[in-house]
């Protein structure tokens, strides 16, 4: 199963029901949907059994990792996903941020032995909700299941921690390249200059930035004209824009911001 054949099949949301191996009673309104990939040894039935027996409010669905599976998984719907380690498909990034912006309501729970810790990390670093390994029982699963379908996650704390740790440690060094690049924009402005950018960075009008910084309206006049042919833009909204430009850690931060709400347009106008 590669993430080739997650796009194409999950560009179909419309096709004809398929057959799906169904463990449990018939579909209702209020019932969650489970579902279910993983290779058909004795914890995959053990687990579709558990879930079958323990809640009328579940109706389970278990498919083997093949080619047809995750067409089977689009015609299901499910509330809930639950995934065979053994089953994610390499790399695991793609296959799982797939599901999640095309399902963004879906709950993912993987599960499997031999889970090393840089592992899990990587699968909650995809965005999946929780997780059961080999330290864990069939009430944890329950419990796990119990705690994603009312929103929340199931991750083992020291992964939380390392996962604070990091996202701690990226915030410092994107405020690091933030004034690293603030203190190279300024080495080529003079201190006026900067403190008028400072004052339409804020979204001031002349009349107001004039007030500010103590000069006539021409004196701000000739300090914005200078500054914009420095940064080569026409007006104070490209200026903005331009700073922003400057200091960001991505390039071409305001293209990808175009590009990003283009496409968004352009989905809900396919959408609609």
């Known amino acids: ?8 099949v999950m560009s179909d949301l419309e096709s004809s029901p398929r057959n799906i191996t169904d463990i449990g009673r018939q579909q209702t309104s209020d019932q969650t949907r489970i579902f279910i990939i993983g290779h058909q040894d004795f914890s995959v039935h053990g687990l579709a059994s558990m ?3 323990g809640d009328d409010s579940f109706t389970v669905s278990c498919v083997e990792p093949n080619e047809a599976c995750m067409a089977k998984f689009t015609d299901a719907r499910p509330d809930a996903l639950l995934i065979q380690n053994s089953s994610l498909p390499q790399p695991i990034e793609p296959f799982l941020r797939g599901i999640l912006q ?5 709950r993912i729970l993987v599960f499997g032995k031999g889970m090393s810790d840089e ?3 990587r699968l909650v670093r995809t965005g999946i909700h929780g997780y059961i390994n080999e330290r864990m029982n ?8 119990d705690r994603l379908l009312d929103g929340g996650h199931w991750v083992e704390r020291h992964i939380v921690e390392r996962f604070i740790a990091s996202q701690q440690s990226f915030d410092e060094l994107l405020e690091s390249r933030f004034n690293e690049r603030i203190e190279h924009l ?6 006026r200059e900067v403190e008028i950018l400072c004052e339409v960075v804020k979204g001031l009008a002349i009349k107001q930035i004039a007030e500010h910084v103590h000069l006539s309206h021409q004196g701000v006049k000739m300090h914005l004209a200078k500054l914009f042919r420095k940064f080569n833009v026409n007006n104070r909204n490209q200026l903005i824009l ?3 430009d400057s200091i960001s850690p991505v390039d071409g931060l305001s293209n990808l911001l175009r590009d990003g709400l ?4 352009s989905n809900k106008a396919t959408s609609g």
């Open 1 to 8: 199963m590669t993430d080739t054949n997650l796009n194409s």
């Open 51 to 53: 879930l079958e027996a």
């Open 102 to 106: 095309r399902f963004p309501a879906i």
């Open 119 to 121: 592992h899990l990390y």
């Open 138 to 145: 069939g009430d944890h699963f329950k419990r796990a299941l």
């Open 186 to 191: 300024c080495e080529g402005l003079t201190r």
């Open 242 to 244: 331009a700073t922003f």
């Open 262 to 265: 283009n496409r968004r347009l």
